[in-house]
């Protein structure tokens, strides 16, 4: 029997070869498949999904009225209350008490009033509120000299409604001056039955009268 050539090794080693690689090929294809599974993304865009209901389009045409029918007039909208004006509102200094004794603090409000027949509206924060203690002639105290961080609060007053400042201010007894805000020790009014008066004024309304108030 004849030994086969070189030759002929040569050959059937390059056919082995070749179905080898293309065996792996295959195995590697098949492999990389099932991890990809590119098709997966395919039907998932494919997958037809639910559109959503149509909505009215707000320049589509409406259904017509029956003949003989009317469109009904919109009602007219109601306006709001008008600002108060001075003849509207009555306002009036409050305090908790007459005569002070010694180290007795006077506490200071405002009752505010809409004395006319028609809801308004008035801005009563802090930054249209307004103290003066006097006597005589001789300002003593103002409550916007050393006032922090004043605000604006519009309200409506119905028809004959009357309100009082919910929390009172105080007064220390002091003189004040917005260059002594941070002072302790600020003149003090004298006490013995020294009458003093207070003066109010919210929203742009003064009160007509003052209250008198006494310091023992």
């Not at 993304?41 to 707000?58: E, I, K, L, N, V």
């Not at 109601?78 to 200094?93: F, K, L, N, Q, T």
């Not at 409550?143 to 220390?172: F, H, K, R, Y």
């Not at 013995?192 to 742009?204: D, P």
Request: net charge negative.
């Amino acid at each position: 029997m004849m030994t086969p050539s070189r030759a002929v090794y040569r050959r059937r080693r390059l056919a082995f070869f070749t179905i080898l690689i293309l065996v792996l090929a295959a195995i590697a294809a098949g492999a990389w498949l099932l991890i990809a599974q590119p098709w997966a993304g395919a039907d998932a865009q494919a997958a037809p999904t639910d559109s959503p209901s149509a909505s009215p389009s707000a320049t589509g045409s409406e259904t017509p009225a029956p003949e003989g029918s009317e469109s009904p007039e919109p009602e007219p909208t109601a306006s709001g209350p008008a600002p108060c004006r001075a003849a509207d509102v009555v306002v009036e200094a409050v305090t908790d008490a007459e005569g002070y004794q010694a180290g007795t603090n006077p506490k200071l409000s405002i009752s505010l009033k809409n004395a006319s027949s028609a809801d308004c509206t008035i801005d009563v924060g802090s930054a249209t509120q307004a103290f003066t203690i006097s006597s005589g002639d001789d300002i003593w105290w103002r409550s916007t000299d050393c006032q922090e961080n004043p605000s604006s609060m519009v309200v409506t007053l119905a028809a004959g409604q009357e309100v009082t400042s919910a929390e009172p201010i105080t007064w220390d007894r002091t003189r004040s001056d917005t260059s002594t805000c941070e002072q302790e020790n600020r003149p003090r009014a004298p006490g013995g039955g020294a009458s003093y008066h207070v003066a109010v004024s919210i929203g742009g309304f003064d009160a007509t009268t003052t209250r008198q108030i006494f310091l023992y």
